[in-house]
């Protein structure tokens, strides 16, 4: 099973702000995912990084995987409360389940 | 287009009980995991469902079982239930293994089990 180290684990920022919340393994992704867990819901998909040196945007979201396809990075400019929530690295996904890293739970303050 | 649904929301049992969750399916899609999430952690594989067989599992005892029925709906069951297994049990479905997005996971908002 692929270790993902995930950072921070917490933050919170006040709304307008930028962030940047990575994920990383000692071992090649073959490929990535990020996820958004609102509190009582389960998580979806944000987007999934195949190869390396990858950017992909959503909005205010920008994700990154690095050339080496080892780490990732999501980054969101001008955060908004709507923001809040627990977001998810995850790998694998085939028949031996998905491996999330810890999540980072972020908190935009209005 | 219903996405995955599950029942019941909410349950409280106490320690030695039983417990069967049930989770319906994204239309289109065969393959049902199911994880679990204790609260303020991430979501860990329990196991996968596709064919209806058992077609991997994650580090869980075998008192947790599951099934799937022809139409692709699964339930998971746990016995003699212990205060640890209090979490939320989220279902999630995809396209078979080897299907072109296969590792594209759609989740349902889970089942919130509470241990007494």
């Known amino acids: 099973t692929q270790l993902l180290e995930q950072s921070p684990q917490f933050l919170s920022i006040q709304e307008g702000e930028n962030l940047t919340v990575y994920c990383n393994s000692s071992?090649?992704?073959?490929?990535l995912q990020w996820y958004r867990q609102e509190p009582g819901e389960g998580p979806v998909l944000l987007v999934t990084?195949?190869?390396?040196?990858e950017v992909k945007k959503l909005k205010r979201l920008t994700f990154q995987f690095g050339d080496a396809r080892k780490d990732s990075s999501l980054h969101i400019t001008a955060a908004q409360p709507g923001d809040t929530g627990l977001y998810l690295c995850?790998?694998?996904?085939?028949?031996?389940?998905?491996?999330f890293g810890k999540g980072t739970h972020l908190i935009i303050q209005p | 287009d219903a996405g995955v649904t599950q029942s019941p929301t909410h349950l409280i049992k106490t320690r030695g009980q039983q417990v069967t969750l049930r989770c319906s399916p994204k239309s289109g899609h065969d393959t049902v995991s199911w994880y679990q999430q204790a609260l303020g952690q991430e979501p860990q594989f329990i196991f996968q469902y596709y064919e209806e067989e058992e077609r991997q599992r994650g580090n869980f005892p075998d008192r947790f079982s599951g099934h799937q029925f022809p139409n692709y709906s699964s339930e998971l069951n746990v016995n003699a239930l212990l205060l640890g297994d209090s979490a939320l049990y989220l279902c999630?479905?995809?396209?078979?293994?080897?299907?072109?997005?296969?590792?594209?996971?759609?989740f349902g908002a889970g089942s919130r089990l509470t241990v007494l």
């Open positions: 995850g790998t694998g996904g085939g028949a031996d389940g998905l491996t």
């Open positions: 071992s090649v992704f073959s490929s």
């Open positions: 990084v195949v190869t390396g040196g």
């Open positions: 999630a479905s995809s396209l078979r293994i080897g299907a072109a997005g296969a590792n594209v996971l759609t």
